[in-house]
């Protein structure tokens, strides 16, 4: 008997500056909270077919695992954790304002 499908959303880096990023319903953002929470298999297989298609914009495109809590999408895994903040050999970019 297969899995459950549970939350996921579709993520990748972006080509030009290797920043990690997540599919919304209009595009790609950096922040995770904005991004499409996908509960269809069947949907997200589509959805990640297409974005994977983005050759020129993106690199490495996945689904990622999410809990969702008062509607935010929220890493699944300290994998996906660990991606969304950023860098961590020193602080810059999202880990600035942290």
């Given at each position: 008997m297969p899995k459950p499908f549970t939350p996921k959303v579709i993520t990748a880096n972006a080509l030009l500056e290797g920043d990690v990023i997540y599919l919304t319903a209009t595009g790609w953002t950096r922040d995770l909270a904005q991004a499409d929470v996908l509960t269809d298999e069947a949907d997200a297989d589509l959805r990640l077919i297409e974005a994977s298609a983005q050759t020129d914009h993106v690199v490495g495109v996945y689904l990622a695992d999410v809990t969702v809590?008062?509607?935010?999408?929220?890493?699944?895994?300290?994998?996906?954790?660990?991606?969304?903040?950023?860098p961590s050999n020193y602080p810059h970019g999202k880990q600035e304002h942290i």
């Amino acid at each position: 008997m297969p899995k459950p499908f549970t939350p996921k959303v579709i993520t990748a880096n972006a080509l030009l500056e290797g920043d990690v990023i997540y599919l919304t319903a209009t595009g790609w953002t950096r922040d995770l909270a904005q991004a499409d929470v996908l509960t269809d298999e069947a949907d997200a297989d589509l959805r990640l077919i297409e974005a994977s298609a983005q050759t020129d914009h993106v690199v490495g495109v996945y689904l990622a695992d999410v809990t969702v809590k008062n509607g935010i999408p929220h890493p699944a895994h300290f994998r996906e954790d660990f991606r969304a903040r950023g860098p961590s050999n020193y602080p810059h970019g999202k880990q600035e304002h942290i």
